[in-house]
């Protein structure tokens, strides 16, 4: 195609790119135009200009007359046009990149503002230029910027030696042009610089199984060796081979194969075993007089896993095709995986291929699962009890020592095969968990990681089976089904973001090499044999999975109650307790006098002082003696009653009674500490000594790690846990009445995160609602484990609460449906306006918080022992609980500051506090919305805060009620603090200002919000 219908069609799509003209000191357009035979890396100009059709004028007559002069025959074309610039220092941008997984930098780089010497994005990528394969994150590499410096500019280029130096990065809007049509280019995201596909994205999987088995077969050269791979920035071969990656990419091809039909795959195919057959294997005759065999590999060893590719390669074979003249040889590989076997069914990893003794017992767990799963291969194609009775030897051993754990795609696809000859409840089970507790890791996993495509389809296979099967449809019941499906789905789309498109690699050294294949991106984007292999099976699994899937989903008739109740999921509620617990408190008590809701409260934490709490709390009216308060724990006594479970056995051994069942707290707690052996068990019993529940730890490092819970089902049968969040999940849902209808507000997400992504109400008649009480993100923008679940799967929720405009705005911002959030700040209580007293004239600052890293303790004295060479006689005073108030009291002593700074206990005499106070100052790194700041308004007090997100900017923007710190700098605390200080005109000031913006969190107005979210649950 002529590069000058490649324009035309780019140059359409560019005008209606919505980037904005830049301001000086840049060019008010900045275009790119990439131009590639598809034979040799793409040449790349910029074009710069005062409008775009100056820029595009430019640019276009400058890359057609570099053909001309070239003699190029241009297939390609990739232009670019600069939408975002972000001027920073090199100490900035070094902050970040040590941030960010190498290969993963997602902006171009200019090295002055004209964009001169500007660097794409891909570009970047492809010469390595923030590479160094021995760091994790994105190092900056001086030869290669240098090099390629001067084959782009023609002149040297370095990295900034002095931190404050500027350097620019940038993000562009793009759009690839070939002989099929111009591609718009994702601008952000995992897919960010690749094509945008349109929905549905499955329409594409033939062409990646296609071309991915195409390019799998071209590496097999004439003689049935691979080309073994590539670094492709600089088209480094890989020199090394490797025998066991031989016989599993064959197997991946043969499967690619079955789809294609192409018959040249066949004949590479058939070259690929020959050359494993003829010159990788070899025959060995053992002890007892049997011929086995083994894949010889290079370090002259015999490794398990390639006794297993190799068998998996030709029992695809024999079944795509009929062909029976390999079975001898595979059963022969059999016999040499039998003798890597021991009697409990561990497997020996590594054999020195000439005596067969014992190079590594373990080297990767990989090796296991291929082992187990060849083996089912085999049984099929030849039903020797010998292969399968290897594998129920071996799952046993797995179980005893919970391979589960360890995730590995091979067992799932093995337990697949195992149970459609012993479909016994404890491989299925074994196969549940194996993903069980790993979605959320696959999940966030930004690399493109193919196996586990494998492992969430095989799973999807194992629920479908275990549904059909009424006698054990009951493991089921805390398996987050649908979350499991939504994680393939999204893992699988993800896979197009690991294809070499020709839009990226035209950026690389030889792209017609690579073209159509799959890469590793942070390790260089290796493209490797058993890279195309695992991509490529991946593709075949999530493409069988599309038309096989039907997984029943479990209905039952819920008897529907005009009757709604309203419960607070928590973890636990003490008489001082952390934000969440206190906040919850005060909703309770806002649901009873403003909605005429009397709210349940649940905590799943095992409380044996809760029933004086509770007493506690109605005494200090901070809760209503109308609010029920219900102990997962306690109820399991009723749920004896109602049959719903029986007592366990009691050890019979004497045990440690540490809390004794009496009225006031009904289930005590013995404990059973092992003299010999690393575990403690914990009984739970009611006040006759009989056993509710079982807890088993497991002691690591002296800490106590929970193995699994235990208690008896209503048919006098197990019932196990492995965590206390299943427990409770499944806890909460028993003790709920089926002919009541829910709302259920869950304010402590991590606790409650298996009940939420059950589902429940696909079993009652409930609502679900989340509070997010802090940030929702980590520093580095990753989702906090807390919220990650149903941010990321909005639909496992109906309501989502947040307390500030800000966080609204952010999680708008990502794709967040407007219609399911509510803002809702937590309140003021009304009691606290009546305890206001009168400000006395002084100069103390006040600071209530947890003494924890996140409260930033160290800055707020750093920052104050500069107020104090301003102020002298201003005071500090802290007060909370916490694991470093110790620390804090040592660095204060360490300064000489105790004179000023007092680091106190925990107080609930807020109203003598603030009157002392002549502001209140807030340093956390992170809030979801201070409960402190809030008070410190309603007391009068003006507050000092850093911008943090979140809280501050909602409290404060807009009203003299105090100052925002933009910059979290000791500095700029100190100076806020000093100017409030200083000057006791401004003190009245913003004492008044705080007055008035504590009226916003009143709670007459904060229950109009609630009422807008009863409203829009029905």
Known sequence: MALSDLLQQAHFEMMSVNAPEHAAPYPACILFFSLCDGKQRAYTHISTGKTFNQAWTSGSQFIQRYRQQHDLQICWLRVERVDHIEEMSWAGLQDKLGKTKRNYFRFGLSFDPDFTHAILEQELAANAILYDGKVGVAIPNETNLNNYAQRRFSCSLSWPTDPQQRIWRFKTQAVFCDASGAKTIEREGKASGFRKIAEPWQAHLPNLINHSAQYLASQIKSTGEYHYGWFPCFDRKIKSYNALRHASSTYALIEGWQVTQQPQQRQAIERALAYLTDELIQYKTLAEGR???????????????????????????????????????????????????????????V??????????????????????????????????TRW?????????????????????????????????????????????????????????????????????????????????LKEISFLLK????????????????????????????????????????????????RVRIDDIESNLLACINYAKNMECRKIERVKENHTRSNERITVFLLENIR???????????????????HLNIIPSLVISHYNPTLSKTISSLRNKSLLDESTRVYSIYFELI???????????????????????????????????????????IDDFVDSCGNV????????????????????????????????????????????????????????KNRAWKDFVLSKPHTRINCSITTVIHSTHLFESNRF??????????????????????????????????????????????????????????????????????????????DAFERVLQEVPDAELYTYGLGQLKKSIEDLVEERGLGHAIKINGYTDKLDEVHQQACCSVLCSNHEGQSLFATESMAFGTPLVSLAIKYGPRDILEGHDAGILVSSGHRDELANALVSILSSPERQLLLQKGAIRCAERFSSNNIAKNWQGWLVSLT
């Not at 011929?291 to 030709?314: C, H, M, P, R």
Request: charged share 25%; net charge neutral.
């Open 291 to 349: 011929q086995a065999a083994f894949l010889v590999d290079t370090g002259d060893e015999i490794k398990l896993g390639g006794n297993a590719v190799s068998i998996l390669a030709y029992a695809k074979y024999t079944e795509v095709t009929g062909d029976m003249t390999y079975l001898p040889l595979m059963e022969a590989l059999a016999e040499g995986i039998l003798l890597m076997q021991d009697e409990q069914g561990k497997f020996v990893h």
């Open 351 to 384: 054999l020195e291929n000439h005596d067969l003794s014992v190079k590594e017992p373990f080297r990767i767990i990989y090796y296991d699962g291929e082992a187990a799963f060849a083996l089912m291969r085999l049984y099929k194609l030849s039903p020797n």
């Open 388 to 468: 399968i009775e290897s594998v129920e030897r071996a799952f046993e051993y797995f179980i005893e020592n919970k391979h589960w754990q360890f995730h590995d795609h091979w067992l799932s696809y093995c337990v697949n095969e195992l149970t459609l000859y012993r479909p016994l409840e404890k491989y299925f089970k074994f196969g549940l968990d194996n993903v069980r507790d790993h979605l959320d890791f696959i999940m966030d996993d930004i690399t493109n990681y193919p196996n586990s495509i494998g492992l969430l389809a095989s799973t999807i296979e194992i629920v479908s089976k275990v549904n059909s």
């Open 478 to 525: 805390d398996f987050n089904v649908e979350r499991l499906s939504i994680s393939l789905g999204i893992r699988a789309k993800y896979l197009t973001s690991g294809f070499f498109w020709p839009e990226i690699s035209m950026f690389f050294s030889s792209p017609e090499k690579i073209t159509n294949s799959f890469f590793v991106r942070h390790h260089s984007y």
């Open 575 to 593: 008489e001082i307790g952390n934000g969440i617990e206190v906040a919850s408190l005060r909703r309770a008590k806002l649901f009873n006098n």
């Open 638 to 680: 009723n749920l004896v009653k109602k049959n719903k479970i029986s007592y366990l056995n009691k050890l019979g051994i004497q045990g440690k009674k540490v809390v004794s069942a009496n009225e006031i707290c009904p289930v005590g707690k013995v404990v059973y500490k092992f003299a010999e052996g690393n575990f403690v």
């Open 692 to 747: 509710l529940l079982r807890k088993f730890w497991q002691i690591k490092n002296n800490k106590n790690i929970l193995n699994h819970i235990e208690l008896n089902n209503n048919e006098g049968g197990r019932r196990f846990f492995d965590s206390e969040e299943k427990f409770s999940s499944w806890a909460l849902e028993e003790q709920l009445p089926r002919n009541k209808s829910w709302d259920f507000i869950v304010d």
């Open 784 to 861: 906090k484990p807390s919220y990650s679940y149903f941010l990321k799967s909005p639909d496992v929720v109906d309501k989502i609460i947040v307390l500030t405009k800000e966080q609204y705005q952010d999680l708008l911002s990502i794709g967040i449906n407007p219609e399911k959030m509510h803002v809702i700040p937590n309140h003021l209580d009304e009691s606290l306006f009546d305890k206001r007293l009168p400000k006395k004239l002084n100069k103390r600052v006040i600071y209530l918080a947890r003494y924890s890293p996140e409260k930033q303790h160290s800055l707020l004295i």
